[in-house]
């Protein structure tokens, strides 16, 4: 998934700055992105409908930081804000936007890398997939899918109390799927970690239901569980 990522500060210097630690990082952690630098609140909110993520400045001159958060809360609710500022006396109104991490200037690449991990968490299965009921096309977020299993010629999507269909084999949809949330357990099945209840002596159970967990697919599963969990 590629995100668009905003950088709302009124010093170019420093945004620039900002641009280079953000774009490192994110070479680090593999995720693709495209930064975009904005000079005012103002110019901010022409482009906040396609915005994934902004650093946004509390202190920009004419719209603070605050008013632009509250007007991107509106236009763009999923969009995760990044505040930063000099001091560390509003946090209060930080949350008020719902802003995910407040950030201390100077910057530093450590505390910028630790903020992109939670945005990119964040945005875990939020991919979506056309899947079909009753000849009736979805378009359904991959986390709210529980488990995929392979049946009769194409696959089963199990949705809350629905299951839904593809033409897909189980190998093409593992390709689409957010790899970090899903994982190959059993030729038949697919299972979304977040979705698993219990994991005694080896054993996955999501909804009651008891889930094949293949022998040669054991090892692959604890790896994968275990670098889910840690990074929740």
């Known amino acids: 998934m590629k995100l668009i990522m905003g950088i709302c500060e009124d010093e170019p210097i420093i945004a620039e700055k900002l641009k280079i ?10 995720q693709e992105a495209e930064i975009r630098i904005f000079l005012s609140g103002e110019e901010l909110l022409e482009e906040a409908g396609q915005l994934d993520v902004v650093f946004l400045d509390i202190w920009l001159e ?8 509250r007007q ?9 804000i990044l505040m930063e500022t000099g001091d560390s006396e509003h946090f209060e109104e930080a949350f008020e936007i719902g802003a995910l991490r407040y950030i201390r200037k ?13 945005v990119i968490g964040s945005f875990l299965g939020m991919q979506k997939m056309e899947l079909y009921r009753n000849r009736n096309r979805f378009e359904i977020e991959q986390r709210r899918i529980k488990y995929i299993r392979a049946y009769n ?3 089963e999507y199990y949705v809350g109390q629905d ?26 099945y697919i299972v979304n970690m977040g979705e698993i209840i219990r994991k005694p002596n080896g054993k996955i159970y999501i909804n009651g239901m008891e889930i094949p967990l293949a022998r040669r697919k054991r090892s692959e599963f604890e790896r994968a569980y275990i670098n889910y969990v840690s990074s929740k």
């Not at 004419?62 to 958060?69: I, S």
């Open 21 to 30: 630690i953000t774009a490192e990082c994110l070479e680090e952690m593999k």
């Open 62 to 69: 004419g719209m603070n930081g605050y008013e632009a958060g």
């Open 72 to 80: 991107i809360r509106r236009k763009n609710p999923d969009c995760r």
């Open 106 to 118: 100077p910057f530093e690449k450590e505390k910028i890398y630790e903020a992109l991990e939670k």
């Open 153 to 155: 010629g194409y696959t």
């Open 163 to 188: 299951v839904f269909r593809s033409e897909l084999s189980l190998n093409e949809v593992e390709a689409e799927l957010d790899g970090r949330l899903f994982c190959k357990v059993h030729r038949q």
